[in-house]
């Protein structure tokens, strides 16, 4: 009785052991960027590591770099974000996540040899879905976010972020 009592153990524990292996460690994603900010568009790229405590839940670092050119002024934005990520992996194929970054932004505009910049404090809510392609890659088919700015007494709210590109899971 007591050996099938420690088989039986033994048996459950390696099965904690295997069902804790069903979701990936770390995700790092990479790609494209389209930005509205007070509608303005801007492009660029977005990065993301996501380090996942289980099969859940997971703490992000969100960076971000978007750029355009209007009547000479060149306008860069960066971001700079880290927050908590909920993530749905009932399905294989996809997972469906949501995201509460906080952290920073750095605004610069140039113009003939003239520039200024700001930093600000930076909020970005938002999600999207991501499509398994093989057992260590993803496509992020989507990712949408409300971003909010606030420096100097003011503040920036109108703004939007669609991210699409790869996410590998070592």
């Given at each position: 009785m007591r050996k099938l009592a420690s088989i039986i153990l033994l048996l459950w524990l390696a099965s904690l052991s295997a069902a804790a292996q069903d979701f990936p460690k770390a995700e790092i994603f990479g790609g494209y960027q389209l930005t509205r900010l007070d509608g303005t568009t801007l492009n660029g790229w977005?990065?993301?590591?996501t380090g996942n405590l289980n099969h859940w839940f997971g703490v992000t670092g969100d960076f971000s770099g978007a750029y355009t050119s209007q009547g000479g002024v060149?306008?860069?934005?960066?971001?700079?974000?880290?927050?908590?990520?909920?993530?749905?992996?009932?399905?294989?194929?996809?997972?469906?996540?949501?995201?509460?970054?906080?952290g920073g932004s750095h605004a610069s505009a140039g113009f003939s040899g003239f520039s200024a910049s700001?930093?600000?404090f930076a909020m970005i809510f938002g999600g999207?879905?991501?499509?398994?392609?093989?057992?260590?890659?993803s496509f992020r088919v989507a990712q949408f976010d409300?971003?909010?700015?606030?420096?100097?007494?003011?503040?920036s709210s109108n703004n939007f972020r669609y991210s699409a590109g790869i996410v590998f899971h070592p």
């Open positions: 977005n990065a993301a590591l060149d306008f860069r934005n960066y971001t700079y974000t880290f927050g908590p990520t909920i993530a749905a992996r009932g399905n294989e194929t996809f997972t469906p996540f949501a995201h509460a970054l906080f700001d930093n600000a999207g879905v991501d499509a398994k392609f093989s057992p260590h890659l409300w971003m909010s700015f606030r420096a100097n007494g003011g503040s």
